[in-house]
């Protein structure tokens, strides 16, 4: 009798908590305290997008070399009522932006660390207006609330991590020309030592503004007067963005684009950024071949996925921009038959060697851009107890963006992210600089459906152009390897360069190269890092995953952080 009674029991409290468990808010970033203030808002009753606007301010304040209210971003978001959307809200070229804008006065394109510091890098900054738009769309807590953990770390103090203080040590050289960063991260004419508490009262006073006076305050008044002041006087490359330009900027409401990939539905941002339709290319072009089968641990598998990934990003050269200014053919890029016709460029028995790009339909003629990078960037993920789900990617550009602070944050460096060189080939870049214009951008938020419709994995990461293939190859872990997000996240990265294909230079990436050279082809073990934020649904119960590379925490509302 009571066994039976203690097997009822537990059953009892099976049924009880299991719904409990599903319910629960997941919040993951690439810093503690962000992870942590996503988590309170969550907490609190807040959504999704709440926490999303929590953490954005943490991470202005805690990570400050990569992401801020001083740049752009994207979001991609999922709600339980009206299903998926994005928000663009990249930075935009101020009205005196010209196209020649990064041209030396002999007509060649200056060196892009000689235009990187300074004014002359700095877009309108549009990270705010996004957080706006997403709170008044699914908001559920006052925006003041939200902006209290990221003023209570500004007025208190955070420690610099030992991310942060190698990030302030490399780039000394540089903040030799810019005094105000110095005033904020040195201590006794140095670099801040890991562990030193900093205050930052000019940043707790921006977010008490904000707090009061709502979003407006960023682009009007005192608050915006500091922005063009700052870029007006910069120590390096002095430019002008104006009152106005602040004042006219607008986040936009865009549709996700979407593709189907095996029996999911995979979901990501459209131009300006160039991250689906490159990662939905990759995996349209490697959807032809078993990957299951093959695994994780076979050479082929990486050898099909460094194929379809080159000649990917060959398309995205030539025809990815500002869809507001220049023709994209999304629809043809992501085309089964034009990927197929792709794939068909692909040899199991060794490297093209050549990867043109192809001709999707609806294309017009097209010259190839320049290279995109974007280094200084974060990405972080929420799912609430609703079930609405937010991925998010935020960038500076650059380490620590243009140098420049204005009201205790950096100011972006997106300006470079457009073509240095106006024209290729004798006719105009696709990525040129244009007023209003938004630079092309790698970052991929990316949520997917599993084939009950409910949203089974969201995913993004930091890295600059890699940051496609940081995605693609979790993205392949889970949907195709059966792996765990944790497990997808630390496979190793695979990129291309100078010395051909490039592989993570870790065990596991060391085990793959060595398995290439039989074959005759080679992967070369390199240094390439990454910082992806995933949440996953896995029977019905949310879970976070954090990217071992670095000090990113995923966790549960009520559980203590994990990773």
Request: aromatic share 8%.
């Amino acid at each position: 009798m009571l066994n039976r009674l203690s097997s009822l029991f537990a059953a009892f409290l099976l049924v009880l908590t299991a719904p409990l468990a599903a319910a629960q808010g997941v919040t993951s970033s690439a810093d503690p305290r962000a992870t942590e203030a996503g988590r309170q808002i969550l907490h609190q009753g807040g959504s999704a997008a709440d926490a999303a606007v929590a953490m954005v301010a943490v991470l202005t304040l805690v990570e400050p070399q990569s992401s801020g209210v001083g740049g752009g971003g994207f979001l991609v978001y999922h709600d339980q009522k009206d299903g998926i959307t994005t928000i663009d809200g990249r930075e935009t070229a101020p009205a005196a932006a010209k196209t020649d804008r990064f041209l030396g006065a002999d007509g060649k394109p200056r060196p892009f660390m000689d235009v990187v510091p300074g004014g002359l890098s700095v877009g309108v900054p549009g990270n705010v207006r996004l957080m706006e738009m997403a709170h008044k769309k699914w908001g559920k807590l006052d925006w003041a609330a939200l902006l209290q953990p990221a003023i209570k770390l500004a007025e208190e103090g955070f420690e610099v991590t030992p991310v942060l203080h190698d990030w302030l040590t490399r780039y000394e050289p540089v903040w030799k020309d810019f005094p105000v960063a110095r005033a904020i991260y040195y201590v006794d004419g140095k670099p801040a030592p890991v562990g030193t508490r900093i205050k930052n009262p000019a940043y707790a006073a921006l977010l008490r503004d904000l707090a009061a006076r709502g979003p407006d305050a960023f682009y009007s008044g005192a608050n915006a007067r500091a922005i063009v002041d700052a870029v007006g006087q910069a120590p390096r490359n002095p430019a002008v963005i104006t009152m106005a330009d602040l004042a006219a900027y607008r986040a936009k409401e865009r549709p996700a684009v979407c593709t189907s990939y095996r029996i999911y539905k995979v979901c990501g941002m459209g131009p300006p950024s160039s991250g689906a339709t490159t990662v939905f290319g990759i995996l349209g072009m490697v959807e032809g071949w078993d990957m299951k089968t093959m695994g994780k641990d076979n050479p082929m598998s990486w050898h099909l996925l460094a194929e379809a990934m080159q000649f990917a990003y060959a398309d995205r050269a030539k025809y990815l921009g500002d869809a507001d200014f220049v023709s994209v053919p999304v629809a043809g890029l992501l085309d089964k038959q034009y990927l197929a016709q792709r794939r068909d460029l692909i040899s199991p028995f060794g490297p093209a060697g050549d990867y043109p790009a192809g001709s999707p339909p609806g294309a017009e003629p097209r010259t190839a851009s320049g290279p995109v990078a974007e280094s200084g960037t974060t990405h972080f993920v929420v799912v609430d107890r609703d079930g609405n789900v937010a991925s998010m990617t935020s960038t500076v550009e650059s380490i620590f963006g243009s140098q420049l602070i204005a009201n205790g944050h950096f100011l972006n460096n997106e300006m470079t992210d457009f073509d240095l060189n106006p024209m290729r080939d004798g006719a105009p870049a696709a990525n040129r600089v244009e007023p209003g214009k938004r630079p092309l951008s790698s970052m991929s938020p990316t949520i997917v459906y599993g084939p009950d419709g409910k949203v089974v994995l969201a995913v993004g990461s930091a890295g600059g152009k890699r940051i496609i293939m940081h995605v693609t190859k979790t993205l392949i872990g889970v949907l195709d390897w059966g792996l765990s997000a944790e497990e997808a996240i630390a496979l190793p990265n695979l990129f291309f360069g100078r010395e051909g294909v490039l592989i993570e230079d870790n065990e596991a990436g060391r085990a793959i190269a060595a398995k290439m050279k039989p074959f005759g082809y080679s992967f070369t073990p390199a240094a390439i890092g990454s910082k992806l934020n995933a949440a996953e649904r896995v029977d019905g119960v949310w879970r976070g995953a954090a990217d071992p590379r670095g000090p990113g925490t995923a966790t549960v509302d009520g559980a203590p952080p994990q990773g």
